[in-house]
């Protein structure tokens, strides 16, 4: 399957603070997918980007693709200990690979 | 409720013993796959399977066996688990793989634990 990495491992923020996570390929990717997961609970899809360059917003995040298709990013504005949980991009097509996670800390 | 059901949520079992992992999804998907979940490795496909009767390795097959007689179902089969498949599983579903693939519902997980 494709490789992605995924930096950083770990982000501890205050809450109010904005948050950036992000997902790096060497090869040239088909589409991205992120999922959150909380603290003892199960993946749950967020979105999935196809086009190049593209941008999709949901409230308070913002989730880019690429030009070139080879990498991604997550930001969050103004974070909530709401959001605490892992952040994870998932590449591929039949064969998923994901990166390895950022996980959020939101200090209150 | 559309949803991804495994069984069971926790086990504890000892090497060698054979035990299945059950995954039944209710939103006729034709896509399922298995993960396994490690601290610092995140997220690693097993097995995969885009329709009945067709399954493929993932990227950590070693161990591991699969079966896909039913849409709805995509059972986990560890022959003679060992302590390194000791873990937090995960069985996934959604429309299709593919170009474009589909949003994945994930199961609630599985823990084993292999003494």
């Known amino acids: 399957g494709q490789q992605v990495m995924q930096i950083p491992q770990y982000q501890h923020v205050q809450e109010g603070e904005d948050f950036t996570t992000y997902c790096n390929s060497s090869t040239t990717l088909s589409n991205i997918q992120w999922y959150k997961q909380r603290p003892g609970g199960h993946p749950v899809f967020l979105i999935q980007?196809?086009?190049?360059?593209e941008v999709k917003k949901q409230k308070r995040l913002t989730f880019q693709f690429g030009e070139a298709k080879k990498n991604s990013s997550l930001h969050i504005t103004a974070t909530q200990t709401t959001d605490v949980g892992t952040y994870f991009c998932?590449?591929?097509?039949?064969?998923?690979?994901f990166g390895k996670g950022t996980k959020l800390s939101v200090i209150p | 409720e559309a949803q991804v059901t495994q069984n069971p949520r926790y086990l504890i079992t000892v090497t060698g013993k054979k035990l299945t992992v059950t995954c039944s999804q209710n939103?006729?998907?034709?896509?399922m796959s298995w993960y396994r979940q490690d601290p610092g490795l995140g997220l690693r496909q097993i097995y995969y399977?885009?329709?009945?009767?067709?399954?493929d390795k993932g990227d950590v097959p070693e161990g591991y066996k699969v079966s896909r007689k039913e849409k709805r179902n995509f059972p986990l089969i560890l022959e003679s688990p060992s302590p390194n498949q000791t873990s937090l599983y995960f069985c996934?579903?959604?429309?299709?793989?593919?170009?474009?693939?589909?949003?994945?519902?994930f199961g609630e997980g599985s823990r084993l634990t292999v003494l």
């Open positions: 980007l196809v086009k190049s360059g």
């Open positions: 399977s885009m329709n009945v009767e067709v399954t």
């Open positions: 939103m006729n998907h034709e896509y």
């Open positions: 996934a579903s959604s429309w299709e793989g593919g170009l474009g693939a589909g949003e994945l519902f």
């Open positions: 998932g590449a591929g097509s039949y064969q998923l690979t």
